[in-house]
Structures are given as structure tokens and as C-alpha cells.
């Protein structure tokens, strides 16, 4: 079974940071790109962030400058730095990596369960 877990999540203050780590767990033969979402109440799942497996980064308008999205492959684990936090930051952000598994030995996306962040004003 393949499991990604989110820590990190919490309740800061607008301009303050938080770290969010996703472990990927599990039967896994190798691991592409990962990519950090989020869903404020009442919106779509918006892409955040999004890293390939050589480490090129991509980001959203929104939080370009403030995010930035790190991966230790040995470690099957993407990060998300987040400084100058912002009101509008509030959000369940999730973890996705897209992965061959052994079981099927097909590649699928993978989500993990998702974190609070919540940036008070």
C-alpha cells in the first residue's frame, strides 16, 4: 500500500512561515514529479507548486517569491517552505506525487489526505 502523509500544517500569523514535508510510503519503484495543492472553502484545488524528479521547480502566480518547493529523493520526501504568509494563503494544501508502484507497475498520481494551514490577519 502507498501512502503520502503531510505534516507541517498549523495557524500563524500573516507574514510568518510554516514547513510542510509529504513523505511517500510504500511498495514504490520510482517517483516523477511531485506537486503541492491547495482548496480554500468554497474554491477549486488549485496547483501551488510543482517539482520534477531533476529538481526543476514550478510555481503559481500567487506565491511565487514567497513558496519554495524542495524534494530529498532518498528520503521519498517534497517540502514546501512558506514564507511572507498571507490571509488568503488559508487552505487545506495536498500532497501529490506521481509514481510507479510495484504492485501494478503502472504510473498513477497519488494524493495524500491534505493539512490545514491557516494564516490569521
Known amino acids: 500500500q502507498v501512502q503520502l502523509v503531510e505534516s507541517g500544517g498549523g495557524l500563524v500569523q500573516a507574514g510568518g512561515s510554516l514547513r510542510l514535508s509529504c513523505v511517500a510510503s510504500g511498495n514504490i519503484f520510482s517517483i516523477n514529479a511531485m506537486a503541492w495543492y491547495r482548496q480554500a472553502p468554497g474554491k477549486e484545488r488549485e496547483l501551488v507548486a510543482s517539482?520534477?524528479?531533476?529538481?526543476?521547480?514550478n510555481y503559481a502566480d500567487s506565491v511565487q517569491g514567497r513558496f519554495t518547493i524542495s524534494r530529498d529523493n532518498a528520503k521519498n520526501t517534497v517540502y514546501l517552505q512558506m514564507n511572507t504568509l498571507k490571509p488568503e494563503d488559508t487552505a487545506v494544501y495536498y500532497c501529490?506525487?506521481?509514481?510507479?508502484?510495484?504492485?501494478?507497475?503502472?504510473?498513477?498520481?497519488?494524493w495524500g489526505r491534505g493539512t490545514q494551514v491557516t494564516v490569521a490577519s
Open positions: 501529490t506525487a506521481n509514481m510507479i508502484v510495484r504492485t501494478t507497475w503502472t504510473t498513477a498520481d497519488y
Open positions: 517539482i520534477t524528479s531533476d529538481n526543476r521547480p
